[in-house]
């Protein structure tokens, strides 16, 4: 982990400054920052605004992490802003230390300033307070998300200490929302920030939430009087969408386009690939989701619980940098059968060690589980590949 923010700020001195041209909706939190990061980036669209998109890890491709208006940066593009940054870094006294992620970030940077986006929704890696992503100096407003434990080595091992390295990204007189679900200790951590930048802070208001439907389909939920409908399925994403919501009404004030039928449809529309993904309806269905920390696998097991397809099967892979034992302690009693799988990133945990979490499950490699696992979902089942944000590109080649 870095201990300040110099190098990342010298790099993008000698780049000019790109982001300094940028205006930001700056997003930190445990779990939901992609969903809602998602959530705005399709507001803005709908509202006409060239829309920049950062977010971590990627999906399917490197490139998928840094978009303009929902479109990947383009190879020959990606090309020109990494040879431009590998010019600086090699300069650089410090040239072999910098981070994959730091390099990244000024990448993402130069092509949206080069591209003249109106608005660029940042997502932060890890943490906030010294993630490279907090060099910008004045967002139209901060979002977090979820506070939960994850990255304890690096964050803290307490909900205050990960809360503070969240609320790193408030700026002076800068107003964040915080989702409405998080901790006490967390909120006080937050709003105890905020009082210091002279920030306000929103929370949603869920006695002025009606959820009115929960499915496979998405969901739907009456926030303030007013209806809205989400793809994205499980109750968590109803509290993502109404953070949105509120953040909205701040970003109203800069861009008085966005009117209230378009963050309805924005916020209809929002999907973010391998959270809570349905890629398959039905003969089994199938669900991706990366969830990867307890937080996330509760938010999942919620989900699962709700639909009665029978047998319930899961891939699962975890990292061993997470805590992989509680996570699996919320989905684990709603799998009859898992296949565990090691090996598709750095740092796994053992696939007998996941095994032992499951009343019934086998050890496969990458090639095997895709096809061993949809064949016992059969018919009537649903398939559940989850535990990791980077299982579903290694899979890919073997589930076509």
């Not at 209806?227 to 968590?236: D, L, N, Q, S, V």
């Not at 969830?291 to 319930?312: I, R, W």
């Amino acid at each position: 982990p870095v201990k300040d923010l110099s190098r990342i700020k010298a790099l993008l001195s000698d780049l000019g400054d790109p982001q300094d041209s940028l205006k930001f909706v700056h997003i930190a939190g445990t779990n939901g920052k992609g969903s809602m990061a998602q959530m705005f980036s399709e507001v803005f669209q709908c509202a006409g605004l060239k829309t920049g998109l950062f977010t971590s890890p990627y999906i399917i491709s490197y490139t998928d992490r840094i978009k303009i208006n929902g479109i990947d940066i383009p190879k020959p593009a990606l090309a020109k802003m990494a040879k431009r940054v590998k010019a600086v870094t090699d300069m650089h006294c410090d040239r072999e230390n910098f981070s994959q992620f730091e390099i990244t970030t000024a990448i993402a940077f130069l092509y949206f300033a080069e591209e003249n986006c109106d608005i660029v929704v940042l997502e932060t890696g890890l943490g906030g307070l010294l993630d490279s992503t907090n060099v910008i100096k004045t967002p139209v407003l901060t979002v977090i998300g979820s506070v939960d434990f994850d990255h304890t080595a690096i964050l803290g091992d307490t909900l205050e200490k990960i809360a503070y390295q969240k609320a790193g990204i408030i700026k002076d007189g800068c107003p964040v929302v915080l989702y409405p679900e998080n901790p006490p200790k967390a909120v006080m951590t937050v709003r105890d920030q905020a009082e210091v930048h002279g920030s306000k802070v929103i929370i949603p208001d869920t006695s002025k939430l009606e959820i009115t439907h929960l499915g496979a389909d998405g969901c739907g939920f009456t926030y303030k009087g007013s209806k809205y409908t989400t793809e994205m399925a499980g109750k968590h994403q109803i509290y993502n969408a109404i953070t949105a919501i509120e953040a909205a009404q701040i970003v109203k004030k800069h861009y008085p386009r966005l009117t209230d039928d378009i963050l309805h449809k924005g916020i209809a529309t929002a999907i973010v690939p391998s959270r809570c993904q349905i890629i398959r309806q039905k003969s089994p269905m199938v669900i991706i989701d990366g969830a990867h920390n307890p937080d996330g696998m509760k938010a999942l097991s919620e989900f699962v619980a709700t639909l009665p397809q029978y047998p319930k099967i899961m891939i699962c892979g975890m990292s061993g940098d997470k805590d992989w034992q509680k996570s699996l302690s919320y989905i684990s009693p709603y799998i009859d059968k898992a296949f565990c799988i090691d090996g598709f990133c750095p740092k796994t945990v053992f696939a007998p060690k996941l095994a032992e979490c499951f009343k019934e499950a086998e050890c496969v490699s990458l090639a095997q589980a895709y096809h061993r696992a949809y064949v016992c979902a059969g018919d009537t089942g649903l398939l559940i590949i989850g535990g990791s944000l980077y299982i579903p590109s290694a899979l890919k080649k073997f589930s076509n």
